[in-house]
């Protein structure tokens, strides 16, 4: 793997210089709220999360947020239909636009101008980095240096992704591999192992083409993301 473990930069060398009173976190993978957590802390009071976009626009409406950090692809209410629900409240109450920044990790061309037509204030791929959602909530100054704040989260992150290609591997449905791939793809783009995610990305595509994958390609993801356990530790 060209990137056993995912780069730092001086995403470590930056933090916000203002709060946010409010702030929405919103992406059906629980791992990928927690990071997404961690990075809007140290700039929000108080921060709310939901695991679909149904439970998102519950929220948005019993509250004023400053931001909302919406995941696109989920299933069920996905990202457009969220962001047009909560746009549609906000004309109904005549409220001002919230800042909404959306998170994919699809590659589609076209796909960044279809996220700001839908109504999103601002558009951040996975792998989504402190220093870009700083930038695009404009809380970014210069600090000292400081641990970087998802190391403590790999353990939790590697022992989920394991038991995802455990489910995986007794799934006998097209669709259920797919939705469990998609979201394992996303999940270690988020936490930037592009490789391991492209490789996942890989194994959808033969399962559109051509059904579910034999095992050997599952137990090769498995002993990729045992290395990158151990590399990473």
């Known amino acids: 793997m060209t990137n056993s473990t995912p780069p730092f930069s001086d995403d470590q060398l930056r933090t916000p210089c203002l709060k946010l009173m409010r702030a929405l976190v919103v992406d059906d993978v629980e791992l990928n709220r927690d990071m997404f957590r961690i990075h809007l802390e140290c700039a929000a009071q108080h921060i709310d999360e939901a695991a679909d976009g149904f439970a998102a626009l519950d929220l948005f409406k019993q509250h004023r947020y400053d931001a909302v950090l919406l995941d696109i ?3 069920g209410l996905n990202g ?3 962001m047009a ?15 909404i920044l959306a998170v994919t990790s699809s590659d589609l061309p076209g796909d960044r101008q279809r996220i700001l037509d839908a109504g999103a204030s601002a558009y951040l791929a996975k792998p989504l980095r402190q220093k870009d959602l700083m930038k695009a909530l404009q809380l970014l100054q210069l600090a000292e240096p400081s ?11 590697f022992a989920y992704a394991d038991t ?11 669709e259920a591999v797919s939705k469990k791939l998609h979201q394992l793809r996303g999940m270690m783009a988020v936490y930037g192992f592009e490789d391991f995610a492209e490789h996942v990305k890989q194994i959808h595509a033969v399962i559109q083409q051509e059904g579910i994958p034999k095992k050997p390609l599952f137990d090769q993801l498995r002993k990729e993301l045992h290395d990158l356990r151990i590399s990473s530790t």
Do not use: C, S, V
């Open 73 to 75: 692809e989920m299933p």
């Open 80 to 82: 457009y239909d969220t």
């Open 85 to 99: 629900g909560m746009r549609k409240w906000e004309q109904e109450q005549l409220l001002p636009r919230t800042l």
């Open 147 to 157: 641990p970087h704040p998802l190391a403590n989260l790999y353990p939790k992150m």
């Open 164 to 174: 995802m290609l455990g489910e995986l591997e007794i799934f006998d449905e097209p």
